[in-house]
T-cell receptor
Framework: GAGVSQSPRYKVAKRGQDVALRCDPI?????LFWYQQALGQGPEFLTY????????KSGLPSDRFFAERPEGSVSTLKIQRTQQEDSAVYLC???????????FGAGTRLSVL | DAKTTQPNSMESNEEEPVHLPCNHS???????IHWYRQLPSQGPEYVIH?????VNNRMASLAIAEDRKSSTLILHRATLRDAAVYYC?????????WGAGTKLIIKP
């Protein structure tokens, strides 16, 4: 079956540009997570959705980061006015419910020049 | 948040068992211990998890200390495809709390 799909795989942005990263979770998975992974580090939690409800956004580093999941399926992570420190791999994961195993996509590598 | 501590890297020979240690001395009673691995340019992949008892699945075994302050992931017969960064993670409610992981190097 299809796993978690993320697009684009790579994104290069000029400082100050807005970017949008897409996540297609596994069909039927209620829970969706976004993580940020800096080079050589473990992933860090950004935000969590249960269906369309964003239940936890405590990990978003600034108000330039915004995530949505309007129909409880596909999610988009938007970063406004990108900065160099936003360069990282952004990972999306989904799980059947919040207590189940999380399945990860391959990530989007964002490079801000 | 509870944290985990792992060696930065470990080496093992192909077709030999590998024991990857993890310390989590501040674990709370309801935290699950999860292990994921990440191959280069890929997303993390679930390996195994447990709460108190030792666990086995087709990929690995997880040995959990009686006081739950440490655990060990056991790969019974490592292959070159097992070369990856292995993360020991505490799961509290829905949150996965990641450490820096252990880079496992497999020598042919």
């Amino acid at each position: 079956g299809a796993g978690v799909s993320q697009s684009p795989r790579y994104k290069v942005a000029k400082r100050g540009q807005d970017v949008a990263l897409r996540c297609d979770p596994i069909s039927g998975h209620v829970s969706l997570f976004w993580y940020q992974q800096a080079l050589g580090q473990g992933p860090e939690f950004l935000t969590y959705f249960q269906n369309e409800a964003q239940l936890d956004k405590s990990g978003l580093p600034s108000d330039r980061f915004f995530a949505e999941r309007p129909e409880g399926s596909v999610s988009t992570l938007k970063i406004q006015r990108t900065q160099q420190e936003d360069s990282a791999v952004y990972l999306c994961a989904s799980s059947l419910t919040f207590s189940n195993i999380q399945y990860f996509g391959a990530g989007t590598r964002l490079s801000v020049l | 948040d509870a944290k985990t501590t792992q060696p930065n890297s470990m080496e093992s020979n192909e077709e030999e068992p590998v024991h990857l240690p993890c310390n989590h001395s501040t674990i709370s009673g309801t935290d699950y211990i999860h292990w994921y691995r990440q191959l280069p340019s890929q997303g993390p992949e679930y390996v195994i998890h447990g709460l108190t008892s030792n666990v086995n699945n087709r990929m690995a075994s997880l040995a959990i200390a009686e006081d739950r302050k440490s655990s060990t992931l056991i790969l019974h017969r490592a292959t070159l495809r097992d070369a990856a960064v292995y993360y020991c993670i505490l799961k509290s409610n829905y949150q996965l709390i990641w450490g820096a992981g252990t880079k496992l190097i497999i020598k042919p």
